[in-house]
């Protein structure tokens, strides 16, 4: 039996519609495509203060990296490098976009010049650090996580609050001393951390 030419007229019109589905499909960019162009995006949005702030930060993160990898040794240099950082930092940083970079790279910051300060005459050694090697590491690759935008989303989150939560209270000395290195910031008054007295 023979299709009557409003039946055909659907069934090519179906056929249009699965083709221009099918090619929607096939052009549209995979999850992990779309939240890296994002990712992109946000980067090159950067006023020049906070592009400053990203420039500087990954600049003492590559310097700290060195130091506990051991393929630097001068910490007086890291020492000037992370007090110039923490002069400039707290004003150049966007409190939204980049408060995970500026509390994760304070808190590495603050743990280690109070880890070289029990140095004292001596000389720094990679292979015996006055500090914990592994979380120091890790640490490092937080915040550079967080400032180059490779940590975010869930495992940003996941990450902040292993690292900066090691009990999960906020009100614990030893996790508001690095924080709070700089008194209260947007970041800190975001998270709900309470700086007085530190």
């Known amino acids: 039996s023979r299709v009557p030419a409003a039946g ?31 990712k992109l995006a946000d980067l090159s949005s950067l006023s020049p203060a906070e592009q400053e702030y990203a420039d500087a930060t990954l600049r003492l993160i590559a310097q700290t990296s060195a130091l506990v990898e051991g393929t630097d040794a001068d ?9 110039a950082w923490s002069g400039t930092a707290p004003g150049t940083y966007s409190p939204k976009s980049q408060g995970k970079s500026f509390l994760m790279t304070t808190k590495l ?21 006055p500090f ?6 890790e640490w490092v690759s937080y915040a550079e996580g967080f400032t180059n935008g490779s940590l975010s989303g869930d495992a940003a989150r996941a990450a902040f609050a292993r690292a900066t939560w090691g009990n999960y209270d906020k009100s614990a ?4 001393f690095g924080l709070c290195a700089f008194g209260e910031t947007g970041g800190t008054r975001a998270l709900g951390v309470d700086c007085d007295g530190y």
């Open 173 to 176: 000395p030893l996790n508001r």
């Open 8 to 38: 055909h007229a659907v069934t090519r019109r179906g056929a249009l519609f699965g083709a221009a589905a099918a090619a929607l499909a096939l052009g549209a960019p995979s999850p992990a495509l779309a939240k890296r162009a994002n």
């Open 75 to 83: 910490v007086e240099k890291w020492l000037a490098a992370s007090s």
């Open 109 to 129: 910051v603050a743990y280690l010049r109070n880890s070289f300060a029990t140095l004292g005459s001596a000389t720094y050694d990679a292979a015996d650090p």
């Open 132 to 137: 914990d090697k592994n979380k120091t590491a």
